[in-house]
């Protein structure tokens, strides 16, 4: 099947997520992947200008908001799938596929369509039966400090502030 037509923008922001190989669970704990997602971002996010305005770990995908100023989403989420392949795979004395395929995406166009993606991305947990508030689940960017360095901008420039959250549905 052919590789779906990426619509570069550096005007709008997208949602994306990578899921695990076979949707098994990450190979490490939640907690270590965390960490080493976070780190990663923050070099994809200082090699390729993306802006990360909302980041959440599950236990076989993860979600983002990122934004492009130089309309290369492309060149960012190959470093970031591939950087965190290594280190994965490296750390667990793995080899193959962490990643079930390439990763997903959807152009971000209104303001309604950025409020449902926002709450869609940070509510997962929640939905999942994860957690029972979204405000207390730690593999989330909604709490600052468990990004560690990873600069989170609420929203891309042109958007408004999201709606809060509620803690539960």
């Not at 080493?36 to 983002?64: C, G, I, R, W």
């Not at 193959?96 to 991305?121: A, C, D, F, M, P």
């Amino acid at each position: 099947m052919a590789k779906k037509r990426l619509l570069r923008t550096n005007v709008f922001p997208y949602h994306v997520y990578a899921r695990s190989n076979n949707r098994e669970h990450f190979p490490l704990n939640l907690f270590s992947f965390w960490e080493l997602l976070v780190e990663t971002a923050m070099k994809t996010s200082d090699s390729y200008q993306l802006n990360f305005h909302a980041l959440v770990l599950m236990p076989n995908h993860f979600h983002a908001i990122v934004s492009t100023p130089d309309g290369n989403l492309d060149a960012g989420m190959q470093y970031l799938l591939r950087e965190m392949s290594k280190k994965v795979n490296f750390i667990t004395e793995r080899m193959n596929h962490l990643w079930g395929g390439r990763y997903k995406w959807s152009s971000i166009q209104s303001e309604y369509y950025y409020e449902t993606v926002y709450r869609y991305v940070y509510q997962n947990p929640l939905r999942a039966g994860i957690c029972s508030n979204v405000e207390i689940y730690p593999y989330c960017s909604w709490d600052m400090d468990r990004v560690k360095g990873l600069e989170i901008t609420t929203q891309p420039e042109g958007f408004p502030t999201p709606p809060l959250l509620s803690g539960s549905m």
